[in-house]
């Protein structure tokens, strides 16, 4: 089974700090993606790496930036945390470009920015 | 437009029943698509993948395309409580290997 592991659960953090999401996945895969979730905009692309060293921009990556120096870890920055980011944040992964590559889920980190 | 719009719900339905989720998307996206559940606080899962026109089955769900209408659905038969979730609607991005989501469906079964 695919694991994709978020480094925390619940993160609380104030305005202005700088944050980092971690994530790893065991499986291998070149593709790895960050989402956020919020209640009925549904899930938004902020960055995605098809490979080690390489990133690239989604929907809204406004104040976000990412790092992907391993190919199992992809982490997400909040360089200056605002409160309009308090959000669920999701990390997946998927395998090479193909037909189909089905993204698999971390279990998600809940940001809260005060 | 959106490039892929779903009915918020919630949707109710009795145990037993059968339960029909409705997404519709543009021209903007491919025609392959994914649907994924979500129970609350959780993260999605992959439920049901389908890529080509008609009908795909597996157990109690079905998944149908129609890509005359840009229509994609999904039937849960035999509705249980344990379905209760959202469920979110996942085409392939035409260009690159990027998923889009709708923002999900809330399906509530009644017992």
């Known amino acids: 089974d695919v694991k994709v592991t978020q480094s925390s659960r619940y993160l609380v953090k104030r305005t202005g700090e700088k944050v980092f999401l971690e994530c790893v996945q065991d499986?291998?895969?070149?593709?790895m993606f960050w989402y956020r979730q919020d209640p009925g905009l549904g899930l938004r692309l902020i960055y995605f790496?098809?490979?080690?060293?390489?990133?690239e921009k989604g929907d809204i990556p406004e104040g976000y930036s990412v790092s992907r120096e391993k190919k199992e870890r992809f982490s997400l920055i909040l360089e200056s945390a605002s409160t309009n980011q308090t959000s669920m944040y999701l990390c997946?992964?998927?395998?090479?470009?193909?037909?189909?590559?089905?993204?698999?889920f971390g279990n998600g980190t809940r940001l809260t920015v005060t | 437009q959106k490039e892929v719009e779903q009915n918020s719900g919630p949707l109710s339905v009795p145990e037993g029943a059968i339960a029909s989720l409705n997404c519709t998307y543009s021209?903007?996206?491919?025609?392959?698509f994914f649907w994924y559940r979500q129970y609350s606080g959780k993260s999605p899962e992959l439920i049901m993948s389908?890529?080509?026109?008609g009908d795909k089955e597996d157990g109690r769900f079905t998944a149908q395309l129609n890509k005359a209408s840009q229509y994609v659905s999904l039937l849960i038969r035999d509705s249980q409580p344990s379905d209760s979730a959202t469920y979110l609607c996942?085409?392939?991005?035409?260009?690159?290997?990027?998923?889009?989501f709708g923002a999900g469906t809330i399906l509530r079964v009644k017992s």
């Open positions: 996942a085409p392939i991005k035409e260009y690159g290997n990027k998923l889009v």
């Open positions: 021209d903007r996206v491919s025609q392959s």
């Open positions: 790496s098809y490979d080690v060293k390489m990133k």
């Open positions: 389908i890529y080509s026109n």
């Open positions: 499986m291998d895969h070149e593709n």
């Open positions: 997946a992964s998927s395998p090479p470009r193909g037909r189909l590559s089905p993204l698999h």
